[in-house]
Antibody, heavy 120, light 111 residues
Framework: QVQLQESGPGLVKPSETLSLTCNVA??????????WSWIRQPPGKGLEWIGY???????KNNPSLKSRVTISVDTSKNHFSLKLTSVTAADTAVYYC????????????WGQGTLVTVSS | QSALTQPASVSGSPGQSITISCTGT?????????VSWYQQFPGKAPKLILS???TRPSGVSSRFSGSKSGNTASLTITGLQAEDEADYYC???????????FGTGTKVTVL
């Protein structure tokens, strides 16, 4: 059973960088058939796909976030990370890390989510 | 890439069937049979209930079924139960600059 767990600061100041890490247990980020993803959900709103990384280093991000997003993977620690720069209050959300299955493009495992608030 | 369009809310009585629509474009829903559906309870992470339009993962009730026609996918819940009261999101694989696009979400209420 794959388990994902987000970690990182729950409060970030405006204009600073949001940094989160997702630890993966019961599975490997080296898997060739999965994409390791970040998804967010502002309070009371819907889900928004942020981006993904494959262990090969291939990444893709939501164009709406422009160049503010960097997703990286550390195979030695079996975790992957998200950095979102120049944050504003609009980036306040529950951030989920998740695994996408490239055989059917579904998101089959999710972390529990972590609330990140952008405020001074 | 705009979010897929879902009704904000759908309701039904116990035992009834309800259907939630998910409308996209020819760049996502219309071009790929790669629509998935997720169930989310308050304060919890979403859970996958259908992949590839209509495939149920192991352990998901057969009361959940899916279909697609053109640019619109649908989730049907038959024999509605109180435990089905939750938010439901569709998601589609998409071409172009993105990979996944989510629906706007539908709140299901059991009367």
């Amino acid at each position: 059973q794959v388990q994902l767990q987000e970690s990182g600061p729950g409060l970030v100041k405006p204009s600073e960088t949001l940094s989160l890490t997702c630890n993966v247990a019961g599975g490997s980020v080296r898997s060739g058939s999965h994409y390791w993803s970040w998804i967010r959900q502002p309070p009371g709103k819907g889900l928004e796909w942020i981006g993904y990384i494959h262990h090969s280093g291939n990444t893709k991000n939501n164009p709406s976030l422009k160049s503010r997003v960097t997703i990286s993977v550390d195979t030695s620690k079996n975790h992957f990370s998200l950095k979102l720069t120049s944050v504003t209050a609009a980036d306040t959300a529950v951030y989920y890390c998740a695994r996408a299955d490239d055989s059917n493009e579904s998101i089959d495992y999710w972390g529990q989510g972590t609330l990140v608030t952008v405020s001074s | 890439q705009s979010a897929l369009t879902q009704p904000a809310s759908v309701s039904g009585s116990p035992g009834q069937s309800i259907t939630i629509s998910c409308t996209g474009t020819s760049s996502d829903v219309g071009s790929y049979n790669l629509v998935s559906w997720y169930q989310q309870f308050p304060g919890k992470a979403p859970k996958l209930i259908l992949s590839e339009v209509s495939t149920r993962p192991s352990g998901v009730s057969s009361r959940f079924s899916g279909s697609k026609s053109g640019n619109t996918a649908s989730l049907t819940i038959t024999g509605l139960q109180a435990e089905d009261e939750a938010d439901y999101y569709c998601c589609s694989y998409a071409s172009g600059n993105t990979r996944y696009v989510f629906g706007t979400g539908t709140k299901v209420t059991v009367l």
